[in-house]
């Protein structure tokens, strides 16, 4: 019997209606996952590949009985179903799903790292993960998070934006 994780998980698009992407995948999330809650919607600079559509990002905290590889397998299947093509590293998508972390585990295998191996140098990443639980302690840094999103630049933090979101029946 499969134990039941903490897991968050980054949600972030820069194609088409990018929070009700955003909104549609965490709905997928929640058909085999429990939500606990999720972030607001934050607007950020894309990184690597500059010449694109900002993106919109949100982190979503659930609890599933599903095994790490089986839940990436999950989420490989939502992206596909958003019409995803891996053409090339950071290229623009309808939606992007990471695992970011799962409890304390820490996982370094081919096609799976756990906690997300780029998640300290990345605002749009920290500040919806941080709005949902301010006190994480990062599994291999032992970092406390916050401390890692307060030391990054201005330009390096992401806007939190008001959209409607459904995801909860809330309105952010």
């Known amino acids: 019997m499969a134990v039941s994780s903490k897991v968050f998980v980054g949600v972030g698009s820069n194609l088409g209606d990018k929070s009700e992407n955003i909104r549609l ?3 997928e999330i929640k058909k085999n996952s429990l939500l606990l809650k999720a972030s607001g919607i934050y607007e950020s600079f894309p990184v690597g ?14 609890i599933t009985d599903l095994d790490p590889w089986g839940f990436l397998r999950r989420l490989m299947f939502i992206e596909e179903s958003f019409g995803r ?25 081919p096609g799976l790292v756990i906690p997300h191996p780029r998640m300290e140098s990345r605002g749009f990443v920290l500040g919806p993960l ?3 639980d301010p006190a994480i302690i990062h599994p291999h840094s032992c970092r ?26 809330e309105e952010d």
Do not use: H
């Open 25 to 27: 995948a965490i709905n």
């Open 49 to 62: 590949f500059s010449t694109q559509p900002n993106f919109l990002n949100s982190v979503c905290e659930l």
């Open 85 to 109: 093509t891996r053409t090339f590293v950071n290229a623009p998508r309808e939606i992007d799903l990471d695992i970011l972390l799962w409890g304390s585990m820490r996982i370094n295998q």
């Open 130 to 132: 941080l709005e949902l």
């Open 144 to 169: 406390p998070l916050i401390e890692v999103y307060n030391s990054l630049g201005k330009f390096d933090k992401p806007v939190r934006i008001n959209v409607k979101t459904s995801c909860l029946g």
